[in-house]
């Protein structure tokens, strides 16, 4: 699509129209926000029903559910390649799209690529809300990835979206400390609310007809958050103690970070830094009396909360009461 400030000429005369197109409660969010806000959204895009539950029945995704509240129509595409797997979905989302006749589309978290007839389509073009401060953490998991490096901050980046992997240029910027104790569930539900917050601040300031200053990513530090991995769930405990004490709390609420107890796989949701004496082995067991502490690559972990399969989160202590620990013993280590 061509550059920022071309469709961004935005001497608005009338309220914009949007399109949103998201998937997860991280999107819903800022839908709801819009949607207080007065904005005019005549189509919701979302990813189609998915299996959930015990019962492994359809189940709407955040943002539709929403939409449907509030009585907006939803198109599910599969794909919105018109050359691709789905061209029958790409063609009757392009239908729904052009009847929308959208100024700007909003996409968080949607799921899908948008293929440049979409990004062309609307007025002002595409604006994506990004939980990083770009270029940090592109891609699909950036609250996730900050958190399990270590970041002392983050935040939210809205950017015209182009062809590109999260490679447009940043509009508005908004910082949010990582605080010691955050998971991805507590500093998701921050970035949730601050992307509402600032989609809103840059739809205002193109409503009153000014242009969104437009600046390009630096070629420096740029990284990658790559998809969450349910191998990555398992604990390796040769790494030091502070990279898995993040990785725990990066972690949660998916996939959780695992080991194994007495032949049995366990859930570790929290867990402190602690020291370790010299010459120990990683996986090996420290004390298993008032605390369960594990010796790591480096220092060690005492393990603070657990679950154990088809059971809730339960304190350390439950787990040490139903299959007692011996200090010196070595716990498995993943391959």
């Known amino acids: 699509m061509g550059d ?6 935005a001497s608005a005369p009338h309220p914009l129209k949007l399109v949103f197109a998201g998937t997860p409660e991280f999107a819903a969010v800022a839908l709801q926000a819009l949607l207080a806000a007065g904005f005019e959204v005549p189509l919701v895009m979302s990813q189609p029903d998915r299996p959930a539950g015990r019962g492994m029945k359809l189940q709407a995704s955040p943002v539709k559910a929403l939409a449907l509240q509030h009585g907006v129509a939803v198109s599910q595409p599969r794909s919105l390649r018109l050359d691709g797997k789905y061209p029958e979905d790409a063609a009757a989302a392009r239908e729904a799209l052009l009847a929308a006749a959208p100024d ?3 996409v968080a ?5 948008l293929p440049t007839w979409v990004l062309d389509l609307p007025r002002l073009g595409c604006l994506n809300i990004h939980a990083s401060l770009l270029p940090r953490w592109r891609g699909a998991a950036p609250i996730h990835r900050a958190i399990e490096a270590g970041d002392a901050c983050t935040g939210i980046t809205i950017m015209q979206m182009d062809a590109g992997l999260d490679t447009g240029d940043m509009l508005l910027i908004g ?13 998701h539900d921050r970035l949730a609310a601050q992307g509402g917050e600032l989609i809103v601040q840059a739809l205002q300031t193109l409503q009153r007809g000014e242009p969104l200053p437009a600046t390009r990513q630096p070629e420096d530090g740029i990284t990658y958050a790559h998809k969450i991995d349910k191998a990555e769930s398992a604990i390796d405990w040769r790494l030091p103690a502070a990279l898995i004490e993040r990785r725990v709390r990066a972690f949660d609420p998916f ?9 049995e796989l366990v859930k570790l949701w929290q867990a402190e830094l602690r020291p370790a004496p010299a010459g120990v082995q990683p996986g090996q067991v420290l004390a298993a009396g008032d605390e369960l502490r594990i010796a790591c690559g480096e220092g060690a972990l005492a ?3 657990v679950q154990r399969p088809g059971g809730k989160r ?3 202590a439950a787990l040490l009461q139903a299959k007692p620990g011996q200090v ?3 716990l498995p280590l993943p391959e």
Do not use: C
């Not at 978290?109 to 690529?113: D, E, F, P, Q, V």
């Open 175 to 187: 910082e949010q400390p990582i605080q010691a104790g955050d998971r991805t569930t507590t500093l």
């Open 303 to 305: 393990l603070r909360q």
């Open 314 to 316: 339960l304190p350390v």
């Open 109 to 113: 978290a949607y799921g899908l690529i």
């Open 328 to 330: 010196g013993q070595t």
């Open 104 to 106: 700007v589309m909003i």
């Open 4 to 9: 920022s400030s071309s469709s961004q000429d």
């Open 255 to 263: 996939p959780g970070a695992s080991f194994v107890w007495d032949g």
